[in-house]
């Protein structure tokens, strides 16, 4: 899939369980199934399966613990 922040096509995944929840929150969303996370480290952008810019700004997942 292509990466709006990357500016190029980088591989995704879905979301976790604790990261719909957080994403939930962030974006005030009732329904965050169709999101995907690229997977480049350091970038972590947000994006569906059609919608390659989705929030304006961008939101970024947070690192990990």
Not at 10 to 35: M, S
Not at 41 to 60: A, E, M, Q, S
Request: aromatic share 10%; proline share 9%.
């Amino acid at each position: 899939m292509y990466c709006y922040t990357c500016d190029a096509d980088e591989q995704h995944r879905p979301l976790t369980a604790a990261e719909k929840v957080w994403l939930k929150n962030e974006a005030d969303l009732k329904n965050v199934e169709a999101f995907f996370v690229c997977t480049k480290p350091n970038c972590r952008n947000l994006r569906t399966g059609f919608n390659k810019h989705p929030f304006d700004p961008v939101i970024r997942l947070p690192q990990p613990d």
